[in-house]
């Protein structure tokens, strides 16, 4: 009887251990996954990740939410969190979590190599992935492009009742007027927007793709948008009556921004995280990442999407994309002042 007992008894341990998927090596250990917090949307951030598994065996745990809640979440969990690295748009976002103690210097000569030193935190604790122009486009129908120039001239009383603007509520305006605070001064750029809001032909749009609908549908001529959000809507109307326009060729050069990532300041494996981080500004990675969402990569070495490509080379700011989030509040105490909603 005792026998049969162990017999029994180690069938059942087997049948425990394979069920747990314990039994044999299909599955990497658990120090081989990374947690990952994101604000990019699933279907931009999942097919990267999963390619990253394929060429290393590291499995990828994300969430996503927007940055303020995952910033939030990182503050609240503090040395108990997860997650090992923040991937989220906008420097202002990634200088915002650097302020708050909860992102990580990363000395890599890779990472030095593949993105630009205008593109990284000057602290090294978080890095460009990808860079997003933002810049102004305009109806094809009613404006020569000969009328354009740059983002202060929108200010001019020529565009009276003829300018869209996305609200000021929005990080990716408030990074531009901050870009402009460190051009121009206070003073100068608060006359700016004011002219801006003047120029207005309507109440301001919640996103960029919409400002576009209303320069189709009439209601304005010109506005500032991020250029992937043109190409999507290229991509669906290759018809669009709509073009983009380089900003202040003569000037400071159109202002970009990035998304991009920095190990957490508690990563449970951040050694893994910095290879994860390397890895991203690969070309295989940068492909992935600037395809997607019709982005242009960080690594010089890689092109643009074709589609991407046809819209043609601009000269960028060479300011850091940190002051974006130096002068943010800046910028949003003036936007409001300026009465630009």
Known sequence: MERMDMRVFGIIVGAVIMASGLWGCSEPAADEELVVYTSRNDHLIKPVFDAYTEATGVRIRYITDNAAALTARLQAEGERSPADMLI?????????????????????????????AALTDPKKQWYGLTVRARTLVYSRDRIQPSELSTY???????????????????????????????????????EIVRGWVANLA???FSNDTALMEAIVAGQCDVGIVNTYYYGRMKRDNPQLPLELFWANQDTSGVHVNISGAGVTVNAPHPEKAKDLLEWLTQPAAQELLADRNLEYPVNASVKPPEEVRSWGEFKADDLNVSVAGALQVEAVKLMDRAGYR
């Open 202 to 204: 309507t109440d301001v």
């Open 152 to 190: 202060e001239n929108l200010a001019d009383p020529q565009w009276k009742g003829r300018l869209c603007l996305r609200t000021s509520k929005k990080v990716y305006n408030q990074s531009l007027v901050a870009t402009m605070i460190e051009r121009q001064g206070k003073e100068k750029t608060e």
């Open 88 to 116: 989220t748009v906008d420097a202002g976002n990634l200088w915002n979590a650097a302020e708050k103690g909860l992102l990580s210097p990363v000395e890599s000569e890779v990472l030095s190599n593949n993105v630009p």
